[in-house]
């Protein structure tokens, strides 16, 4: 399902992004990876365009045509790599994917801005939904679908940065503040995609809720790879999440259910000003292995597995985008990158 | 015409801020001026809400409803006020209008993070677009209007910042920065304004025409006030664009008059890292006496203002609409704060 609209969606992004109007725009094109910090291009793999492909394949399984979809599936490419460069300046990431970041090259100000830029460059693509077949309500709704996820993934944002200052952050906390920081954008991906391809609210509200699983189901999964995952996989050090503190699923899962004095022990380690120590990380594994940690994610993630499959089967899909749905949250749940 | 629409901008922008989810919206309600830091409401006399109010007369004066244009006349200043909190950030100001800013009350993730928020709340406001009576192919032009302008705004934005590293800025490249930065909201007010009231692309298309010069105007007006403003007026002690080594107007325009030995003297104070001295802004003050600056911004403004008077003319307005907006133009031209 990714390689089958890489290349369109590839296409569709360098669209959006082809003025050299003013020098904001080599900028973005590095930050998408298609050029060098000289603006010369290169040869990068780019990222797994999952929103989009999924806005795509609600498209197409609810019968519509996936160049109807792009516009949208570019836009959410658009809102989520926007997402990334005002991220890298709050956590003051120096590189992601193993490239520098905006900020780090060009500064705060610039970086900023070209994180607006690209923002709004997910409107402007969105102008395209008439041209591309949509009647002026139909493009109108698409719209409002996208602002209303957009205001919930700043919101939780928002939360996510306000989690940092707080000690004891609870599961349903934490589980709200991911469905708003990363399920809204991909639970709108698929709402999108079926209002599209179907034109029927019922249709598309049932991928909505569909969506709301997938969104659940990646994010916890992320958080999982955050500390367990293999380093020659994700590129990032193993328990690089415990490294940074991050109150992620693991944190959080781990200190509601430890007793009293590990807790101390863990937040401890948790509030230390300085770097941790190998003894540190391994302490904290250890106290995530007695709160049976990671196994209580996967159980998470197969139960919501289960309610996304339910919803599918209410919508009616042929067989073939029945199986592809199945085998996306099936590699969702186990993916290793 | 400022305070026949004051109250209900007032109203609409409360409304569009009405929620109380989660912590950013105190923060956004503090930022607008409605409450102190501790969430207490306050009687503040807020801002001259330029671009509503210029957006609703256009509305009224094309034949249209105030009620009907509400919505985009709400989006711009939001978009505004989200523009200010992000500039804060960039330009590391403590205090706007005497108001401690967000950053420096609530860090940089935290006002970055309700910047984009206050962004996306303008959106949703536009969703009321139709409630308000436009039909969907209407609503889509004027949310079309309003991206289009917000993009040449951050690209503005992005040129300011990048003059701050140069030396020589031309007199045609600020103009053209301002023209992005400052000018395309208010064109887009009195282009969107007029295109709900008309409904004709002619109306709106001349009100597009003489919003560009308003906003010239407007914008070289606050570059003179910003160094011969009288401080009890504007709140900012005399010469303070000066202080602050900006590239507004009356630098660019000096540097582009004076003879070379001149130029190096000038350049030579605003490349100073230290705080400039009375002495250092007195020779600068008299190099853009020499120089003739302020005169010249004026004549300028003049111009296009016969410019702005002109466009008006080829509307079809009544003497009242008319009479209302050559105030405004003269307004804008010889305002003190």
Redesign the interface.
């Known amino acids: 399902m990714f390689e089958r609209y890489r290349t369109q969606i590839n296409t569709a992004l360098r669209g959006a992004l082809s003025s050299n ?4 725009y080599p900028m973005l094109k590095y930050y998408m990876g298609w050029v060098d910090k000289n603006n010369v291009p290169i040869n990068a793999t780019g990222g797994k365009f999952l929103r989009p492909t999924l806005c795509l394949f609600a498209c197409e399984a609810t019968g519509g045509d996936v160049a109807k979809a792009m516009p949208a599936a570019a836009a959410l490419e658009l809102i989520h790599n926007f997402s990334l460069i ?1 991220d890298d ?3 003051q990431d120096r590189t992601r994917h193993h490239r520098e970041t905006l900020w780090y090259l060009y500064g ?3 970086a ?3 994180g ?2 690209l ?3 997910a ?2 693509t969105l ?1 395209n939904l ?1 041209t591309a077949g949509l ?3 139909q ?2 709704k698409v ?2 679908l996208l ?2 996820a ?2 919930e993934m ?2 939780g ?3 996510d ?2 989690y940092e200052a707080t000690a004891n952050v609870s599961l349903p906390q934490y589980l709200d503040m991911i469905k708003r920081k990363t399920g809204a954008l991909i639970r709108c991906a698929l709402n999108m995609g079926a209002l599209i391809g179907s034109n029927n609210s019922d249709v598309a509200n049932g991928f909505r809720s569909i969506g709301e699983s997938v969104g659940l189901i990646f994010q916890v999964r992320d958080d999982v790879l955050g500390v367990w995952g293999d380093e020659s996989l994700t590129g990032k050090p193993v328990g690089s999440d415990i490294l940074r503190k991050k109150k992620a699923y693991p944190a959080v899962h781990a200190l509601s259910e430890i007793e009293s004095f590990d807790k101390q022990t863990f937040l401890g380690i948790y509030e230390k000003q300085e770097d941790l120590t190998d003894t540190d990380i391994s302490q904290i594994l250890k106290l995530m292995d007695l709160a049976n940690t990671k196994h209580s994610a996967e159980a998470m993630c197969k139960t919501h597995a289960q309610v996304a499959i339910n919803h599918s089967r209410k919508v009616n899909l042929d067989r073939s985008s029945m199986n592809e749905l199945d085998d996306l949250i099936q590699f969702l749940m186990i993916r290793e990158y």
């Open positions: 109007d003013i020098a904001v005002h300046i709050q956590d705060l100000p610039k900023l801005t070209a607006n830029v923002r709004v460059l409107d402007t102008h008439q009647s002026s309500s493009a109108l719209i409002g602002t209303e957009y205001l700043i919101e944002q928002y939360l940065i306000s």
